[in-house]
C-alpha cells in the first residue's frame, strides 16, 4: 500500500482513516484527565504503554492480559481501537504518533499530561525497516538501503524523524511534558518508572514497582499475546512481523555500512542542530 498524505505528511494507510483525519481530528478535544503518550514510531512508545497502564494498575497486570494493547491506549490518528475515542469520555490514555504541527490543537490549552519517547534515529530506522517491510498499511521497502534514503528524506510513514523531534522538543520545559528516551529506559529501568510516577502523581510500594518491572519487562511483554500485536489481523500484516523483534540499543551497528554511520552522523549533526549537549543520550 501507498501511504496517505496529510497536509504533506506520509502517514500509514489503514482504510478508512482518510475520515479519521479529515472529520473527526479537527475536532477532537483533548480533555484535562486525558495523558498522552506521543513518540515517532518504533521507539519505545508500546513499552512506554504497558509500563502506563501497569502503573495505573499498581503492578496488577490483570487488565494488560486481558485488553489488547491498542485498545488500552487508543491511537487518535488510525483505525486501531479508534473506537473506543470516539467521544474521548472515560478514557484516560490516548497514543499518538502525529507529528507536532498536526496534533489537536485543543491539547495546548489544557491541562493533558504528554509523554514524548525519543530513541536513537539509527535503531528507530533499523526497527522501522523490520516493521515497515511486513506491514500491509505502508510502503514496503525492498531492502535496507532503499530504507535507509526514505528515512533520510523523510518519505516514511509520520514524516521526517528529524522534524518529528524537532517540533515536539519544543515542549521539553513544559509542565505536562515529560521526555524520556529509550535508551535511559533500557539503563535503568526501575528508576524510568518512578519518574512516570512522579510525573503522573502516583506513588507505589517497592512490590507494586516490582511487579510493574516485572510484567513490562520485553519477555514478559513478548508472551503476552494483548501485548504482543499477534492479534492483528492478517488482512493488515504479513507472515513473519514480529513486534517484539529485539529489544536492544545499537543494533544498527549491525546494519550500517560505514559510509552510512558517516552520512547519517552528518545529517544527525545538520538536522539537529542548537540542542544542549546531553539532550540526547545516545551521541
Ligand atoms: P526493535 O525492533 O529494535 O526490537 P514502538 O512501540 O514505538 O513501535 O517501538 C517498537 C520497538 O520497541 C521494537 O524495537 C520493540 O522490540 C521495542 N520494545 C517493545 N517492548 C519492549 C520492551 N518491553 N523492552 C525493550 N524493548 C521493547
Redesign the pocket.
Known sequence: ADYIWFEGTPLPNLQNNKEILEEFLPEFVIRDENIIIE?Y???????LI?IVCLIQNKGNPELIQSVPIWQRSPWIETKIGHQTLINNEGQQLISSHLPFHLFPKTFFSSKAKMIYVIRNPR?VL??GY?YWSKTKFAKNPESLTTYFEWFLKGNVPYGSWFEHTRGWLSMRKCENFLLLSYEDM?KDTRRTIEKICDFLGKKLEPDELDMVLHY???QA?KENKMSNYSLLKKEIVADGFVF?????TG?WKNHFTVAQAEAFDKVFQEKMAGFPPGLFPWE
Open positions: 513518540s514510531p518504533k521507539s519505545g512508545t508500546n513499552w504497558e535503531d533499523v526497527s523490520y533500557k513490562s519487562s520485553f511483554m517484539l523483534r529485539k529489544g536492544t543494533d
